[in-house]
């Protein structure tokens, strides 16, 4: 229960922070298409979560690509913004409030499973629940793909107050989120071992902005 309850606090802390952050009418992720299409480019039938999907542009983007899509989000604000925009473009997508890295879903459901940008906002405790959630809710062979930052990622990763652990910079209006930052594929590695078949590589930036640094992690379910 003690995890848990952690869990439920954590999640809380980012939601809070995630329902006064206005939306931005971002795109689809470039970096996401890329990846998708190398790692799993046929949807049709094929059954996909998305943990964290925001305002929904890259959830949209998967299931206009055949994939049966479902989704979990902490804001709220978010879900609906989501479910309108599915709405608009004629699309279906079984989508879930949750305040908790315990996901809503039967054990060896997905063929798929992505948390894009999202799966850091965990502390290193709930980091290990949500990947053993997501362990869970995948079938035998099923794929997983993630995101994580670095400390490199300076607007995020600004302010150390645990090992691995961080706070955003006041700049992004997230001050108050809690991050896990991991620095080497070495501890990537240590954190992913529920998984087989890990590949980890990277994209950054450094143009208008401070530099930018995510991990790109594939792994799949052991069967």
């Keep these: 229960m003690a995890k848990k309850r952690n869990d439920f606090v954590v999640v809380i802390k980012n939601q809070t922070a ?12 470039n970096n996401l298409i890329v990846c998708q299409k190398r790692l799993f480019p046929n949807g049709q039938n094929k059954r996909l979560l998305y943990i ?29 913004y ?63 793909l993630s995101s994580m930052v670095s400390p490199k990622q300076k607007l995020l990763c600004y302010k150390k107050i645990a090992p691995w652990t961080y706070q955003p910079s006041p700049i992004t209006k997230q001050e108050r989120c809690i991050l896990t930052c991991l620095q080497t594929k070495q501890q990537i590695r240590s954190f992913y071992k529920p998984f087989k078949n890990i590949k980890i590589g990277y994209y950054r930036s450094e143009l208008f902005r401070s530099p930018n640094f995510h991990w790109v992690i594939y792994g799949e379910k052991k069967t």
């Excluded at 329902?19 to 689809?28: A, G, L, N, S, T």
């Excluded at 964290?52 to 879900?79: D, P, V």
């Design 18 to 29: 995630w329902q006064k952050i206005p939306y931005r009418e971002m795109h689809v992720d």
């Design 52 to 80: 964290g999907f925001g305002e929904g542009h890259n959830l949209e983007y998967l299931a206009q690509q055949g994939f049966k899509c479902s989704g979990t989000e902490i804001a709220k604000n978010q879900l609906t």
């Design 82 to 144: 989501t479910r309108r925009r599915f709405q608009k473009a004629g699309l279906r997508a079984n989508l879930h409030l949750i305040n908790s890295d315990i996901l809503p879903f039967a054990e060896d459901f997905f063929d798929v499973v992505i948390a894009w940008q999202s799966l850091y906002y965990n502390s290193p405790e709930t980091l290990k629940i949500a990947l053993a959630e997501i362990k869970r809710v995948l079938k035998p062979g099923g794929q997983f």
